[in-house]
């Protein structure tokens, strides 16, 4: 079974502080994704990347960023965290996205900035 | 925005009913896939429909797809309290790896 793992499911943070949001698959998956997940917007796409060391903005790149040095790997940066930061976020991994293959979720961290 | 929307955003029915919802998206696509999440969770991955195909079944699961209205649509039949949960469609672009998520029909089934 693919698992994707997020190193925190609860995290509160203040103002101004720089966050690291940590994801990993053990399924050798080119394709993770980072989400932010609120009422009513659905899930919305921030970062993905297709490679190591490759990454491509999503809808809402805006005041974060992301690091992918190993394929297991993908992290997500908020520079500054601000409170309209505080949300869910979920991390995913897929196959090449050329055959129809689905994600594979992690359990979802939930960050409070205060 | 290329996101999808599910119609109802909720639904309530009693244990034994059959729950059915709906996703209509804006650009072609390779094929369409449908999620669950448990509240606090993350999302599960249920069916994929490709978009040659118009109906596709598993278990309790049934997906339409009508590529001509771009919509799709999930029943889940004889549902039960387990059922309870948001579901999602995802669409998939015939280019590009990203996945275009709807907003969510959140489910509640009544014992």
């Known amino acids: 079974d693919v698992k994707v793992t997020q190193s925190s499911r609860y995290l509160v943070k203040r103002t101004g502080e720089k966050v690291f949001l940590e994801c990993v698959q053990d399924?050798?998956?080119?394709?993770m994704f980072w989400y932010r997940q609120d009422p009513g917007l659905g899930l919305r796409l921030i970062y993905f990347?297709?490679?190591?060391?490759?990454?491509e903005k999503g809808d809402i790149p805006e005041g974060y960023s992301v690091s992918r040095e190993k394929k297991e790997r993908f992290s997500l940066i908020l520079e500054s965290a601000s409170t309209n930061q505080t949300s869910m976020y979920l991390c995913a991994s897929s196959l090449p996205g050329y055959l129809p293959y689905e994600q594979y979720f992690g359990p979802g961290t939930r960050l409070t900035v205060t | 925005s290329q996101q999808g929307e599910e119609d109802p955003q909720a639904l309530s029915i009693q244990e034994g009913e059959n729950a059915t919802m709906n996703c209509s998206y804006k650009t072609s696509i390779n094929n369409l896939q449908w999620y669950r999440q448990n509240s606090g969770r993350g999302l599960v991955h249920l069916i994929l429909i490709r978009s040659n195909e118009r109906e596709k079944h598993s278990g309790r699961l049934r997906v339409t797809l009508d590529t001509s209205k771009k919509s799709s649509s999930l029943l889940i039949t004889a549902s039960r309290a387990a059922d309870t949960a948001s579901y999602f469609c995802a669409t998939v672009p015939n280019t590009g790896n990203q996945f275009y998520f709807g907003t969510g029909t959140s489910l509640t089934v009544i014992p």
């Open positions: 990347s297709y490679d190591v060391k490759m990454k």
């Open positions: 399924m050798d998956h080119e394709n």
